[in-house]
């Protein structure tokens, strides 16, 4: 699915889902096309037939990162792979966990996901400014969903690419705060940023491409007003979140198996010993999954637990 009526010439948006993220190709430039994110590991051979589709016999170039998020760039190894010489970007603040693999820094160890290990060439600092198909796009930093997090923004046009720090309905989970670092304040300083920028279309991480950008702005500074007067609902909407991506993974599973894994998951272990300790590990978990059942994100089958979109 595309949806690149509002882009420049050269953008393309292949729209993805949740356990993947958007992948924006950019053609059209005399250095050979470009990729922004690649989406989740098990998708990955999904992406790099996508990819190749979108480029019509061309070679991928480069690939950049906005963050590293298992489902932002868990097809980087697979598209290095197919795409020998590919020149792979990323933003500085995690090039070392990269350069030695440490998936606990990575945080695949703590959310309980997966990302094959892939290298990187360069860095993608904030202040410079990158030519990427027909278009000169600036990165900015963007901390608060994740501390390393950047932002591309091209300013002729007036687009954005602002992964998880803004959808069209909201932002993504704050992660700092499960490492109880604060990290709210992060989240609204990028919100002004991308405020001070006017983008006339943002391109997310996940869901389609939009150009109603005050209402997202005013959408998100909502929620996170309201997670900042209530820093337990962002924990809960967290721990369902983490669930949640687990069970789109795995589309079905056996209650018992996905209450061993987020029994097993440090993000929910540590989610329950500081804050819900009073109660079990799994009574903690089986109400989360409760709560995804009464959402209607999952479904009980017998022993089963099954997907709803
Ligand atoms: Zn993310």
Same mark, same amino acid.
């Given at each position: 699915?595309?949806?690149?009526?509002?882009?420049?010439?050269?953008?393309?948006?292949?729209?993805?889902?949740?356990?993947?993220?958007?992948?924006?190709?950019?053609?059209?430039?005399?250095?050979?096309?470009?990729?922004?994110?690649?989406?989740?590991?098990?998708?990955?051979?999904?992406?790099?037939?996508?990819?190749?589709?979108?480029?019509?016999?061309?070679?991928?170039?480069?690939?950049?990162?906005?963050?590293?998020?298992?489902?932002?760039?868990?097809?980087?190894?697979?598209?290095?792979?197919?795409?020998?010489?590919?020149?792979?970007?990323?933003?500085?603040?995690?090039?070392?966990?990269?350069?030695?693999?440490?998936?606990?820094?990575?945080?695949?160890?703590?959310?309980?996901?997966?990302?094959?290990?892939?290298?990187?060439?360069?860095?993608?600092?904030?202040?410079?400014?990158?030519?990427?198909?027909?278009?000169?796009?600036?990165?900015?930093?963007?901390?608060?969903?994740?501390?390393?997090?950047?932002?591309?923004?091209?300013?002729?046009?007036?687009?954005?690419?602002?992964?998880?720090?803004?959808?069209?309905?909201?932002?993504?989970?704050?992660?700092?705060?499960?490492?109880?670092?604060?990290?709210?304040?992060?989240?609204?300083?990028?919100?002004?940023?991308?405020?001070?920028?006017?983008?006339?279309?943002?391109?997310?991480?996940?869901?389609?491409?939009?150009?109603?950008?005050?209402?997202?702005? @005013?959408?998100?500074?909502?929620? +996170?007003?309201?997670? &900042? !007067?209530?820093? #337990?609902?962002? *924990?809960?909407? %967290?721990?369902? /979140?983490?669930?949640?991506?687990?069970?789109?993974?795995?589309?079905?599973?056996?209650?018992?198996?996905?209450?061993?894994?987020?029994?097993?998951?440090?993000?929910?272990?540590?989610?329950?010993?500081?804050?819900?300790?009073?109660?079990?590990?799994? @009574?903690?978990?089986?109400?989360? +999954?409760?709560?995804? &059942? !009464?959402?209607? #994100?999952?479904? *009980?089958?017998? %022993?089963?637990? /099954?997907?709803?979109?």
């Amino acid at each position: 699915m595309r949806s690149d009526a509002l882009l420049p010439n050269g953008v393309q948006v292949l729209e993805r889902g949740w356990l993947s993220s958007n992948n924006i190709v950019l053609t059209g430039g005399d250095e050979g096309p470009a990729l922004v994110d690649s989406g989740y590991y098990l998708h990955s051979a999904q992406t790099v037939a996508l990819v190749d589709q979108a480029l019509q016999g061309q070679a991928l170039r480069f690939l950049l990162n906005t963050h590293l998020h298992s489902d932002h760039c868990g097809g980087n190894a697979a598209l290095q792979a197919a795409y020998p010489g590919l020149h792979t970007s990323i933003a500085p603040g995690q090039a070392a966990a990269v350069r030695n693999w440490c998936p606990q820094t990575l945080s695949y160890t703590p959310t309980g996901q997966h990302c094959p290990p892939f290298t990187y060439d360069s860095l993608l600092a904030p202040g410079q400014e990158r030519r990427l198909g027909l278009q000169t796009w600036q990165i900015h930093a963007a901390p608060g969903h994740d501390t390393h997090a950047v932002l591309l923004f091209e300013p002729v046009h007036r687009v954005l690419i602002s992964a998880d720090a803004l959808w069209e309905n909201g932002f993504g989970v704050v992660f700092p705060e499960l490492d109880g670092q604060d990290a709210f304040d992060s989240v609204a300083a990028t919100l002004d940023l991308i405020d001070a920028l006017q983008p006339a279309v943002v391109i997310p991480g996940h869901g389609k491409v939009f150009s109603d950008v005050p209402q997202a702005l @005013a959408r998100a500074r909502k929620r +996170l007003d309201y997670f &900042v !007067q209530q820093p #337990a609902r962002h *924990r809960n909407y %967290a721990g369902k /979140v983490l669930l949640k991506f687990r069970l789109l993974e795995l589309q079905q599973v056996p209650s018992a198996d996905l209450l061993d894994w987020a029994c097993a998951t440090p993000y929910l272990q540590a989610l329950w010993q500081r804050f819900h300790a009073d109660q079990p590990l799994q @009574a903690y978990v089986l109400d989360l +999954l409760e709560q995804l &059942v !009464q959402a209607g #994100a999952a479904a *009980r089958q017998g %022993a089963l637990l /099954v997907n709803q979109d």
